[in-house]
C-alpha cells in the first residue's frame, strides 16, 4: 500500500507577521539622535548656543517643540555678525523664547551684554520673577549701559534658597534686605553697589 506523507512548513520557516506586529521602520544613519530620550537631548542642548538649540526645531516634527523645554537658557545681547544692529531687538527676543518655555523647571539663566537703560527695568524685572517661578538655579545678569544706570536687584532675589550661583555686573544690591542664600557656592559682583554690611552678611553666607 503506498504511503503519502504531508509536510506542513512550521511557523519558524517564514515568520508570520500580522498587521498589528510589524516591525516600525528603521531608523535613517542621520535620524538616530530622534530616538534618544529627552533627558539625553536637554543633556546636549545644555551645551550649545540657544540660538543653535531654537534652530533643531526645523529638523522634523519630532523636534519641532523639544527646544521649549530645555532647563538652560543663556541669551547674549551682542546682535549677530553682519547684522543691522539698530533691527535687532534683543529684549524681544528674550521674551518670546520665555513665553514658549514650558520646562517646569530652569537650571540655568543667563542673560549677557544687555545694552540697559532705565527704561528696561519693567523688561529685567519680568525676567526675573519667570525665574524665581523656575527656581533658576545658576543665575547671571551682565548689563553694558553708557548712562551710568545700574539695574536695582529686586528684593525677592533675596529670599532665593535655591540659588547655587550667581554672577552680576553694573547692578545695585539693596542695602538693608537679608540675604537667604543657603546653597549659594559662587558669588561673582562687577561693578556692583553695595554697603560693607551687605558684604559682611553675604561672606557669612558663603562662609
Known sequence: MATHSVHQKSSGDRPIRTKGNRPPPPLSPGDLISALPDAVIHHIFSFLPLKDVVKT??????????????AHL?????????????????????????????SPTVKKFHVTDLQ??????????RWLHFAAGRRVEDLCLSLITERRSMYILPP????????????????????????????????????????????????????
Not at 74 to 100: E, K, T
Not at 116 to 125: C, F, G, L, M, W
Open 74 to 102: 543663556a541669551f547674549n545681547g551682542v546682535w549677530p555678525r553682519n547684522h543691522d544692529a539698530s533691527s535687532f531687538d534683543f529684549p524681544s527676543l528674550v521674551d518670546s523664547v520665555l513665553r514658549q518655555c514650558t
Open 156 to 207: 525677592s532675589l533675596y529670599c532665593w534658597s535655591w540659588l547655587v550661583r550667581l554672577e552680576v555686573s553694573l547692578c545695585c544690591f539693596s542695602l538693608d534686605l537679608t540675604v537667604s542664600w543657603p546653597c549659594l557656592k559662587v558669588l561673582s559682583m562687577e561693578y556692583a553697589k553695595l554697603s560693607d554690611d551687605f558684604l559682611r552678611r553675604i561672606w557669612e553666607v558663603l562662609f
Open 57 to 70: 526645531s526645523v529638523l522634523s516634527k519630532r523636534w519641532r517643540c523639544t527646544w521649549t523645554s530645555t
Open 116 to 125: 540697559y537703560d532705565e527704561a528696561d527695568r519693567p523688561k529685567v524685572d
